[in-house]
Every structure is written in C-alpha cells, then in structure tokens.
Nanobody
C-alpha cells in the first residue's frame, strides 16, 4: 500500500519561503516519478513540479526559478522548496507518485499519477 504524507504548509507573507515535505511508504521514491500539484479554490488541480527516477526535473512556468523539487532517498522523502512566494501561490499542495513510464510532458497531467497525499494548505498573504 502506497502512502504519501505531506507537511510543511502554513500561512506566510509574500516574499517568504516554505519547504513542503512528502514522506512516502510503499514505494521507493528514487524508482518512481514524484510530482507536486496544487489546487486553489474554484480552480482545477495544476502541475507544479516533477522529478523522474533519474533525477531530471520539470517545472511549471509559473514557478520556474522560484520552486525546487528534490528528494532524500535515505528518508524516502520528497521536498518542494518554495521561495519568493506570492498570493497567487495560495493553494492546497499535493504530492503524488506515478508508477507508469510516459513521455516527460505527460507528467504535467494529474492523470499520469497513481497515488496522492492528502494535501497541505499554503496561504500567502500580501
């Protein structure tokens, strides 16, 4: 059974930083694709970042240069470092695991991911 537990969300001011964590069990994260998505009220879930098993990464244009996805294989935990936060980053953030092998761009779709965490709220005040 795959279980993903996110943590690290909170209320911050614009310009601040946060680091989200995603502790995984049931899968070795270095062997799968890890993704981060977010969903703001009234909006669809959107892609934020992904890391493939080989370590290559992909980011949404809206977060490129500000967010960094990483992982600690020893802890089987993925991270999302978020810098220079803006109110537009306010959302529930979810981590996800994909078992399948697809072309790189498909991992920008939530449909590529098989397992999801419960989400952690990030609120950025102006």
């Amino acid at each position: 059974q795959v279980k993903l537990i996110e943590s690290g969300g909170g209320l911050v001011q614009a310009g601040d930083s946060l680091r989200l964590s995603c502790a995984a069990s049931g899968r070795t994260i270095s062997s799968v694709v890890m993704g981060w998505f977010r969903q703001a009220p009234g909006k669809e879930r959107e892609f934020v970042a992904a890391m493939r098993s080989g370590g290559s990464t992909d980011y949404a244009d809206s977060v490129k240069g500000r967010f960094t996805i990483s992982r600690d294989n020893a802890k089987n935990t993925a991270y999302l470092q978020m810098n220079s936060l803006t109110p537009e980053d306010t959302a529930v953030y979810y981590c996800a695991v994909a078992d399948g092998y697809y072309v790189r761009t498909y991992y920008r779709s939530a449909a590529a991911f098989d397992y999801w965490g419960q989400g952690t709220q990030v609120t950025v005040s102006s």
